[in-house]
């Protein structure tokens, strides 16, 4: 389940795809590849370049009751090269059968790194997302050049509720005007992190604090995963209280970041526009920017309306 103090910003894995090669150098430590490794089963028979269809995944969302947020092929790409078209469709067709239940709720967030299919699908997308207010659309970046490129193919495939994964950012993502610009008017959400585990590359602070800023200028919802590998020591203030600051203490310094630390210059960033609380009853509801959100807890449920709460 989301659980926002791990930096964790949705409920379920759907995986009906699992499998994925390389894009390039940001693959280099992929988790997904990693994680399948330790548990094969999640992929089945095959080495994981070679993308799997799993038939009998895909009912899985029409099947919960509980409206939730669905992480989808995070073990792979939907559209990656290997994956047919009308695999793609089905799986589609899978989120749109959801859509005539009104309990469901379900929230789907596609993420991709095969941009140039995406444009392709641009048609298609759209259509699934006017019938399912919960569908969507993110695009993977990991320094300036493809985060250019994924605004832009959001942009081109004209599709609406936009996320940019930043994760891992490895590189310089470019100058902050450049960046509030490629966002606005394109992208609804970012989520941002670093790369996690030993040898993870480290994510500078100053590329940060830009991409948090440009979000801010662009008014662009922002969630901020975590560091990754390292930290600036500044943001351990809390727990250096209790040691000595002499003249070596310097917070610029880059040090392993504990488990659990979020915070950029001592604030969390925890805005994510598909998780936001119902002001009655302080449960979660699953909001969609086209207002058809509601609580399943509440009594006044009915009464509610998103952009109140937003
Ligand atoms: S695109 Fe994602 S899933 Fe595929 S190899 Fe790269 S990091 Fe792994």
Redesign the pocket.
């Known amino acids: 389940m989301i659980d926002l103090d791990r930096g964790r910003y949705w409920d379920e894995a759907w995986n009906p795809v699992t499998g ?4 390039g150098a ?2 280099e430590r ?4 990693a994680l399948v490794r330790r548990a094969p089963k999640l992929h089945g028979p095959g080495p994981f370049e070679h993308p799997r269809l799993h038939d009998d995944r895909l009912s899985a969302p029409s099947r919960r009751r509980k409206p939730t947020v669905f992480a989808v092929c995070w ?3 939907l559209f ?1 090269e290997r994956v047919p078209d009308a695999w793609i469709q089905r799986a589609l067709d899978a989120i749109s059968s959801t859509a005539a239940v009104r309990s469901h709720g379900h929230t789907y967030l596609v993420l991709t ?1 095969r941009r140039h299919r995406l444009v392709d699908w641009g048609n298609r997308l759209r259509a699934a997302q006017a019938l399912v207010p919960g569908l969507w659309i993110g695009v ?1 970046a990991w320094d300036g050049v493809s985060l250019a490129g994924a605004t832009s193919a959001l942009a081109a495939a004209g599709v609406q509720r936009t996320w940019l994964s930043v994760e891992p950012l490895i590189t310089d993502p470019g100058p902050q005007d450049e960046i509030a610009q490629a966002l606005e008017s394109t992208v609804g959400q970012v989520v941002l992190g670093g790369e996690t585990g030993p040898g993870g590359r480290t994510m500078q602070p100053s590329w940060v604090r830009r991409i948090r800023d440009a979000c801010r200028t662009a008014g662009v919802s922002f969630f901020f995963k975590g560091w990754g590998a390292r930290c600036p020591r500044a943001e351990l203030r809390e727990s250096l209280r209790e040691l000595p600051l002499d003249e070596t203490y310097d917070p610029v310094a880059l040090v392993l970041t504990p488990r659990g630390l979020r915070t950029i210059d001592g604030e969390t960033h925890d805005d994510l526009a598909w998780h936001r609380t119902c002001r009655s009853c302080a449960h979660v509801i699953f909001d969609t920017t086209t207002h058809v959100a509601f609580c399943n807890t509440c009594e006044n449920h009915r009464n509610w309306h998103p952009k109140e709460n937003s």
Do not use: F, I, Q, T
């Not at 992929?30 to 590849?33: D, E, G, P």
């Open positions: 994925c090669s390389p894009v940001v693959c992929c988790w997904a590849r073990l792979g790409d990656h790194k993977s």
